[in-house]
């Protein structure tokens, strides 16, 4: 299912600095995401129980959320977004016909699903040597900032860096986001890194160039359904 989504919900930029670490190639832009109605969530008791249960292991199914979003052509459009059990205590949804999850005690990873036409642009989650996925993990370091540093310096690219909020609650998070090439199958990475909880996550959204305005969206819109537990 392809959308490219209208305006920013789950991704909000405030301060923007460029940091130049290598060639100068296609800066990313990230694609806009709406939601334009609240969630209607469905939810079985026992799936009550396991989203407030912090023990609960990571890629469990907390129930289904209808939500409508825009597609292409500007036209709401609604979809079933499966709920799951993230890492630690922060939950989050995704499309189970468009994506894979595979879950392990510290990431959770998203993958195209293999079918029809959108398996052929997919290349089964690759594009030429550029893979397609989400991943969302626990990272060790002294602070986001310095785990931005590192991340700028080795992908020796042209990088954007800037102050951002992911997810439903508006986490603060840094984006560092570079492109490898212009070329329809050049991989283009997008990094929001933030702390929770004294816990540092990253998530990590590789894409092409050519599947960015679809595969890519549907990567942001999966992100801006994160949600932290703060009861």
Same mark, same amino acid.
């Given at each position: 299912?392809?959308?490219?989504?209208?305006?920013?919900?789950?991704?909000?930029?405030?301060?923007?600095?460029?940091?130049?670490?290598?060639?100068?190639?296609?800066?990313?832009?990230?694609?806009?995401?709406?939601?334009?109605?609240?969630?209607?969530?469905?939810?079985t008791?026992?799936?009550?129980?396991?989203?407030?249960?912090?023990?609960?292991?990571?890629?469990?199914?907390?129930?289904?959320?209808?939500?409508?979003?825009?597609?292409?052509?500007?036209?709401?459009?609604?979809?079933?977004?499966?709920?799951?059990?993230?890492?630690?205590?922060?939950?989050?949804?995704?499309?189970?016909?468009?994506?894979?999850l595979?879950?392990?005690?510290n990431?959770?990873?998203?993958?195209?699903? =293999? &079918?029809? %036409? #959108? $398996? !052929?642009? +997919?290349?089964?989650?690759t594009?030429?040597?550029?893979?397609?996925?989400?991943?969302?993990?626990?990272?060790?370091?002294?602070?986001?900032?310095?785990?931005?540093?590192?991340?700028?310096?080795?992908?020796?690219e042209?990088?954007?860096?800037?102050?951002?909020?992911?997810?439903?609650?508006?986490?603060?998070?840094?984006? =560092? &986001?570079? %492109? #490898? $090439? !212009?070329? +329809?199958g050049?991989r283009?990475?997008?990094?929001?890194?933030?702390?929770?909880?004294?816990?540092?996550?990253?998530?990590?959204?590789?894409?092409?160039?050519?599947?960015?305005?679809?595969?890519?969206?549907?990567?942001?819109?999966?992100?801006?359904?994160?949600?932290?537990d703060?009861?």
């Open positions: 299912m392809r959308r490219r989504l209208a305006a920013a919900l789950c991704i909000l930029g405030c301060l923007c600095v460029l940091g130049g670490c290598g060639k100068e190639d296609a800066e990313v832009a990230v694609p806009q995401v709406e939601v334009v109605e609240e969630p209607q969530i469905s939810q008791e026992e799936q009550k129980e396991a989203e407030l249960g912090l023990d609960t292991q990571a890629g469990t199914e907390l129930g289904e959320e209808e939500i409508t979003v825009m597609t292409d052509e500007g036209e709401p459009e609604t979809a079933v977004y499966t709920r799951v059990r993230g890492i630690g205590d922060f939950s989050i949804a995704y499309d189970a016909e468009e994506f894979t595979t879950a392990s005690e990431e959770l990873r998203f993958e195209p699903v =293999v &079918s029809g %036409a #959108e $398996g !052929t642009e +997919a290349g089964a989650g594009a030429g040597d550029a893979k397609i996925f989400l991943s969302i993990r626990t990272e060790e370091a002294p602070s986001a900032e310095e785990l931005a540093d590192q991340y700028v310096a080795e992908s020796n042209e990088c954007t860096v800037e102050e951002m909020t992911v997810g439903e609650g508006e986490y603060p998070a840094i984006w =560092v &986001s570079y %492109a #490898e $090439g !212009t070329d +329809a050049s283009t990475c997008d990094l929001y890194i933030f702390r929770y909880n004294d816990v540092l996550y990253v998530a990590q959204l590789d894409c092409t160039v050519e599947a960015y305005d679809s595969l890519g969206a549907s990567e942001h819109t999966i992100l801006s359904t994160l949600r932290f703060e009861g």
